[in-house]
């Protein structure tokens, strides 16, 4: 058992130093990458972090507390995969190399806390403790949301003998923090004429988990959810976040499903939608779109979402500044400070765009531009009447 064990971690190795290798020290990730623009020191850029997988892998160089604190200072936006020239594999590569390397006993402090938490009862029971701080000044400094709780169990599905056509699955952010949005998809989507599962116990896709090097306590949950998805007849996968279709897509073996993100499912099968343009109130109001960096630069989906946003005519002011909001999931609880730095830009191009409204997709960024800008923050289904 502890050969076989050894032998794969010497395959995964092999891999992490085979994709570390097609990287030619251009440089071109480095104008891209989010966190090195907030720092400027080579180590935080991908260039710098594949320069230190290199050699750790072939014992150049040991691994310490500053060059594993490195290894974390990484959003995986997948910015610089988007602009690669060569094809390095950048996000495979440090997910594969924090689960090698770090496991769960060297993940931070603070980021194995919440993660150990993050799927029991006591984060729910936390809510109304979460609710009096979101109205002190450690609001904006913590990033704490207004928790805008439903009760869920009145949607969740509970006879699974008929067929559906839409298994929704709606994240742990909406699940946790705004579940009137998942009550908001639901009714959209059913009004639309789909049947549509909501099975209860469905939070999260792992990869908070899979990301920071937690493989084990990640495997534990992908066998739980496709366990539940076992119990259901359906035809489609629907997900309101860009981060859980890559992770159904990469690590999932979900045969005969069809996997969509929210907008994407929209605008391939309900593209007729109408949007409410009663949102812009005011006669000179500018509404934008916030693309979410896993939509737009691992998934694609770019003219999805605009394909809506297009129908407010000239009071729809496109952004194409690709800017990250600096949110990343629990990067932004671990590295506060670069998080804000990623932000404030954020923030100035939108202010400098005109931006009344912002509209995004992804329930992270719906968190981070909604808890920490002055503007007015939607999630896209809120655009439907």
């Not at 130093?17 to 907030?38: E, F, H, M, R, T």
């Not at 998080?339 to 765009?353: G, M, T, V, W």
Request: glycine content about 6%.
């Amino acid at each position: 058992m502890e050969e076989r064990r050894s032998d794969n971690l010497k395959n995964k190795s092999l891999d992490i130093d085979k994709i570390a290798q097609i990287c030619s020290d251009c440089g071109n990730c480095l104008y891209s990458c989010p966190v090195y623009n907030s720092e400027l020191i080579e180590p935080n850029s991908p260039r710098g972090k594949i320069n230190l997988i290199k050699a750790i892998l072939d014992n150049r160089l040991k691994p310490n507390k500053i060059n594993k604190g490195f290894m974390f200072q990484c959003l995986l936006c997948g910015s610089c995969e988007h602009i690669c020239t060569n094809g390095v594999e950048y996000l495979d590569m440090m997910i594969n190399y924090r689960n090698l390397i770090f496991k769960e006993k060297n993940i931070p402090f603070k980021k194995k806390t919440i993660l150990y938490f993050y799927q029991t009862l006591i984060l729910k029971k936390l809510g109304w403790f979460l609710k009096i701080l979101s109205k002190t000044s450690l609001k904006k400094k913590l990033t704490i949301p207004e928790i805008d709780n439903i009760n869920l169990n009145k949607l969740y599905t509970s006879d699974y003998s008929k067929d559906f056509d839409i298994l929704l699955f709606p994240g742990c952010v909406l699940t946790y923090f705004y579940s009137s949005q998942i009550e908001k998809i639901k009714r959209f989507l059913e009004n639309k004429g789909f049947k549509v599962a909501l099975p209860k116990g469905l939070k999260c896709c792992g990869f908070p988990y899979i990301s920071q090097g937690w493989g084990k306590r990640f495997e534990r949950l992908k066998t739980k959810n496709i366990n539940i998805f076992s119990d259901i007849k359906f035809k489609y996968l629907v997900v309101p976040c860009g981060t859980g279709v890559i992770t159904f897509n990469k690590y999932y073996d979900l045969k005969e499903v069809e996997i969509y993100e929210f907008t994407e499912f929209i605008y391939k099968f309900i593209r007729n939608s109408k949007v409410n343009i009663n949102i812009l109130k005011e006669v000179d109001k500018k509404i934008t779109y916030h693309d979410p960096c896993h939509n737009l630069k691992s998934l694609g989906i770019y003219k999805e979402p605009r394909e809506f946003m297009k129908q407010f005519g000239v009071k729809f002011v496109d952004d194409k500044s690709e800017l990250c909001c600096g949110f990343g999931g629990i990067f932004s609880v671990g590295f506060q400070n670069t998080s804000k730095k990623i932000l404030d830009k954020r923030e100035k191009y939108l202010k400098e765009n005109g931006a009344d409204i912002v509209v995004t997709s992804c329930p992270g960024c719906y968190m981070q531009l909604k808890e920490n800008l002055s503007c007015d923050v939607k999630f896209f289904v809120e655009l439907f009447d």
